[in-house]
């Protein structure tokens, strides 16, 4: 078969082809074989991928070792974290879909035999993903590995508790000198967030699926581990190109069952419902809400890592990492053990040779006690979500799973802010978010501000959200997100009035608003959706072309 990259480096025409190569310092030797791109999201912002100099390195040491000439090209990549609450949030998920199509941009014009994606955080994950699964040539995926939880006076914290921690100090809980101690430490050096967050999720997604190898979703980014991970993928791609493995030879049907299993019992972001969909479509397969809900039905809930439980990363990887719960589950039948994998071999032979098993059963459950016998992601419909809505119900208190609450709706993540940390917020509410959605924000902005507020005024146990945006991972509480349509689109959200009420049943997965029929129809005869002034082209063009919540964001 002749190499890809024969397009760019061989025969008499590519004469002036190989002239720039050697203008890079290449050797005729290092053009005749392999070429393998690695794309790094390295930047000096995200504290995820401040280190991944390193990691790229250590791919290129192993793509060398392999036989192959790395070559080295670049990603964006919004922190998450660093972008919240502002403007800036309504770039992040927008970006997901720039991360892809740079690197089919990059992976296109110059022809790379196959491909090793190095990403951490939130967006660039499914980015990096998607671009794998559209482009189809030989690929690897290598994180930077989960940060360390953070300490202080003995106990451990992540940046969640920073965030809850405004709250606190808004109620004369705590002063800001506390707070200021806390900030310095609850997030100790590189690595993506401490807790079940949507990076971390993500990157253990990416080992269930198959296209990264296993430790990659748990194995600290600060651990010499993770570098020996990282040569090894480098030396893997050139195993894949040998034996013409690629991604849509991965990902199959058995794969979006294994990935929504892993998602429901490690209790994963909500955003996983808004990306496995969108990497899954680049395979020409089809991933729905009900497909989740259908899954999550018959899938225990094993963890309950940060912020749904006092465990982190670090405690799921001493406790045999993300094999250890696929293990787990194929107790009950519930791993597609015959799913082929980047190691050349099924998920059922990665665990038999890694002999897998749970080292601590207080971080993983075993199957036939597990925190909850559902997964935890739920799925709610009803007239205010005919399309769905999504909750992490894992981090829902007990007193809030069945509660009939009081509408007190806004019409920007901004104001609701301001209302829960001015007081105004009492128990039995449902703060209502709208406006927030894939067009509506535009960018389906995280809500970890409000939630984080709710929490550290002591209202989680009192007070519901629910909104057309999204949730950060590091949510929880009773956080309802992803209701479709959303208010942009004519959705009910926005006909919602002060006081409504709203009844929420997680565990009958149904969100109605109890307005009369005839009500509804006098307020949908006025009713004109709002459209917010955008002045961006970049999110003029998004809102043009993105679809609802339900199917992904993508766009058409």
Do not use: W
Not at 38 to 56: R, T, Y
Not at 416 to 439: S, T
């Amino acid at each position: 078969m002749t190499a890809r990259s024969a397009k760019m480096t061989g025969g008499l025409e590519k004469a002036p082809h190989r002239s720039l190569l050697a203008a890079l310092g290449m050797t005729r030797e290092e053009m005749r074989r392999p070429l393998i791109g690695v794309a790094n999201s390295a930047n000096e912002i995200i504290p995820g991928h401040i280190h991944l100099d390193k990691i790229v390195q250590a791919v290129k040491d192993g793509v060398r070792m392999a036989g192959g000439t790395p070559m080295e090209f670049p990603t964006i990549g919004v922190c998450d974290g660093l972008a919240m609450n502002h403007e800036g949030m309504h770039f992040s998920l927008p970006s997901r879909e720039l991360i892809a199509d740079s690197i089919e941009i990059m992976a296109s014009g110059h022809p790379f035999d196959a491909l090793v994606l190095v990403p951490n955080c939130d967006k660039v994950v499914p980015g990096m993903l998607m671009a794998a699964l559209r482009l189809n040539i030989p690929t690897i995926v290598v994180s930077g590995g989960p940060m360390l939880a953070g300490e202080v006076r003995g106990k451990r914290v992540d940046l969640i508790n920073v965030f809850e921690a405004v709250g606190r100090v808004k109620l004369g809980k705590m002063d800001e000198s506390e707070l200021a101690e806390l900030e310095e430490c609850a997030c100790p050096g590189c690595g993506s967030c401490a807790g079940m967050f949507t990076a971390n999720s993500m990157n253990c997604l990416s080992e269930t699926i198959g296209l990264a190898l296993p430790g990659n979703g748990t194995i600290p980014a600060i651990d010499a581990a993770r570098i020996r991970l990282a040569k090894r993928a480098g030396m893997q791609v050139m195993e894949l190109l040998k034996r013409n493995i690629r991604p849509r030879d991965i990902v199959t049907e058995k794969s979006v069952k294994n990935a929504v299993r892993l998602d429901m019992a490690l209790g994963c972001s909500t955003n996983t419902v808004l990306h496995l969909p969108a990497i899954f479509r680049e395979a020409g397969l089809d991933l729905t809400l009900a497909i989740f809900d259908e899954l999550s039905r018959s899938t225990p809930n094993l963890c309950r890592l940060s912020p749904a439980g006092p465990d982190y990363i670090q405690d799921l990887n001493a406790a045999g990492g993300i094999p250890a719960v696929m293990a787990e589950l194929s107790k009950a039948g519930l791993i597609e053990t015959g799913a082929l994998t980047c190691t050349g071999k099924t998920v059922g032979e990665n665990l038999a040779e890694l002999k897998a098993a749970v080292r601590n059963h207080e971080v993983v459950r075993p199957i036939d006690a597990p925190y909850a016998k559902q997964g935890g992601i739920a799925v709610l419909t009803g007239n205010l979500a005919p399309l769905g809505a999504v909750v992490k119900q894992s981090a829902v208190a007990p007193e809030m799973m069945k509660r009939t609450a009081k509408a007190r709706p806004f019409d920007s993540e901004e104001a609701a802010v301001a209302a829960i940390l001015a007081g105004e917020i009492k128990p039995g509410d449902a703060v209502v978010i709208r406006y927030e959605g894939p067009k509506g924000g535009p960018g389906m902005r995280e809500m970890l501000t409000p939630t984080s507020s709710i929490m550290g005024m002591g209202l989680g146990e009192s007070v519901a959200l629910i909104t057309d945006g999204r949730f950060s991972g590091g949510s929880r509480g009773a956080a309802i997100g992803h209701v479709s349509p959303e208010a942009a689109s004519g959705g009910l959200i926005g006909l919602v009035q002060d006081g409504d009420a709203i009844e929420i049943d997680i565990p009958g997965r149904t969100l109605n608003l109890l307005v009369d029929e005839d009500t509804l129809a006098q307020r949908k005869a006025s009713h004109r959706p709002k459209r917010k002034s955008v002045k961006s082209p970049f999110l003029k063009r998004y809102v043009k072309h993105v679809t609802s919540a339900a199917q992904g964001a993508v766009l058409e």
